[in-house]
């Protein structure tokens, strides 16, 4: 059973332990995604992905030593809005895994990949208030459907 990361600096210290090169991947669940073929599709097109797309937790080297709990906020916050894209069921889980491929968003498509642990509810609420928190008007999550 895998485990539930019920908090950012529970999540924070996942990163920590594990090593920076972790994915967020917003599916049904490794149960489903590690079927034979273990891979996305576009959604424009349909075609068959050659990996999981996933998105990286990685700190890039320019954030320098600002708040880990912030960083980890936008990754989920910036993608927060697949949930509700993707249908019922669908929630963020950690993984490891090896980068193989780039999918279409420029998103890491992942092979060899290994769940470590859900993220609660909780994880996002607090996210989103921590990026609310920064006060930024021209910030925002990544949702094309914003555009229409």
Excluded: C
Aim: cysteine-free.
């Amino acid at each position: 059973m895998l485990p539930t990361v019920k908090d950012l600096a529970e999540l924070a210290h996942l990163f920590a332990s594990e090593g920076d090169d972790l994915y967020v991947r917003w599916s049904r669940g490794p149960r489903i995604d590690l079927t034979e073929t273990a891979s996305s599709r576009d959604g424009l097109t349909g075609i068959e992905l050659p990996g999981l797309s996933a998105n990286s937790l990685r700190r890039e080297p320019w954030w320098g030593e600002r708040s880990v709990l912030l960083w980890l906020a936008r990754r989920l916050y910036d993608y927060e809005h697949l949930r509700e894209l993707r249908g019922p069921g669908v929630r963020p889980w950690v993984l490891r895994g090896r980068e193989i491929a780039r999918g279409p968003d420029n998103e890491p498509l992942v092979a060899g990949v290994e769940p470590l642990a859900w993220v609660a509810d909780e994880v996002l609420q607090e996210a989103r208030r921590l990026v609310d928190e920064q006060g930024s008007r021209e910030w925002g999550p990544l949702d094309r459907r914003a555009h229409r």
